[in-house]
């Protein structure tokens, strides 16, 4: 076997090897089944159930604040929504665009748990030791311990992506009768911009958890990579900008340039002579 192939062996045993132990952890198992059930289904069967309850009824104040954030929108999206009753239009810009960065969380928020437990959960099991002494290069356990968080990651997502579309055009077919995702915004934030930020949190996570000494310092300290994330939704919510397709292609470009670039800076820190420093 060539030593290409036997280091593709040792990276894919090192991440099953990682990914069994978090998913046999509490700590970890929770906010990964939780956190993407709650974003995923309960949240747009809540908006849609609500809406439906409400008989799509709106008062004179709520339509005029309607009215008034439509004509911010670019017109294409304001052709779009033209022949929808309010109720269907309030569904479909919240579940169709206001919420689309909210989406970045869940793929962020798995990458993060899990490469928190990378190394601070090795710490706190007593393992991280027998772990630098493996028989594996730097190298090759970096990118075991990447492999184990980021593919779980970008599989929630695309997963994640596909159900909410289910339940949401399911569920509001009665408001709005016909599909009303926009297909182009969702298949990149799934498919490019989701994959980028978990690479981002992942690396952030990685160097973070390599330098403390329990998985909640490590996974607390992680967490400020959701606050670019926040900052999406609230200039959507604010009117101050609209996701389309060409824009999330230029966001995900940026994410990944900055991947490689975090990515660099941890190869370059991560030997096992710094680990043991933090043991």
Request: glycine letters at 8%.
């Amino acid at each position: 076997m060539s030593p290409a192939a036997l280091r593709r062996r040792a990276v894919l045993a090192l991440a099953r090897k990682d990914l069994g132990v978090a998913l046999r952890t509490p700590a970890v198992t929770l906010p990964l089944a939780i956190v993407p059930a709650i974003v995923y289904l309960a949240l747009p069967l809540g908006l849609i159930l609500a809406a439906r309850l409400a008989g799509g009824s709106f008062g004179a104040a709520e339509l005029a604040e309607l009215e008034r954030f439509l004509t911010a929108l670019p017109s294409g999206l304001q052709a779009e929504l033209a022949d929808l009753e309010p109720a269907a239009r309030m569904l479909v810009l919240v579940l169709g665009y206001l919420l689309a960065p909210m989406f970045l969380v869940v793929p962020l928020m798995v990458a993060s748990v899990l490469a928190a437990d990378a190394f601070a959960g090795e710490k706190e099991r007593g393992t991280l030791e027998a772990l630098l002494h493996a028989p594996v290069p730097e190298r090759t356990l970096f990118a075991g311990k990447l492999l184990a968080a980021w593919l779980p990651a970008v599989a929630v997502g695309v997963v994640g992506a596909a159900a909410y579309a289910t339940v949401a055009t399911v569920t509001a077919w009665p408001l709005v009768g016909r599909p009303f995702l926009p297909a182009s915004v969702w298949v990149t934030l799934a498919l490019w911009v989701g994959p980028a930020v978990a690479l981002a949190a992942l690396a952030a996570t990685v160097l973070i958890s390599a330098r403390v000494r329990t998985f909640q310092e490590a996974y607390q300290l992680g967490g400020v990579v959701v606050v670019p994330v926040v900052a999406l939704v609230v200039a959507q919510a604010a009117g101050v900008l609209v996701l389309d397709a060409r824009l999330l292609l230029v966001v995900g470009a940026v994410v990944w340039a900055l991947d490689v670039a975090l990515l660099a800076i941890g190869l370059r820190g991560f030997t096992r002579d710094a680990l043991a420093r933090h043991l």
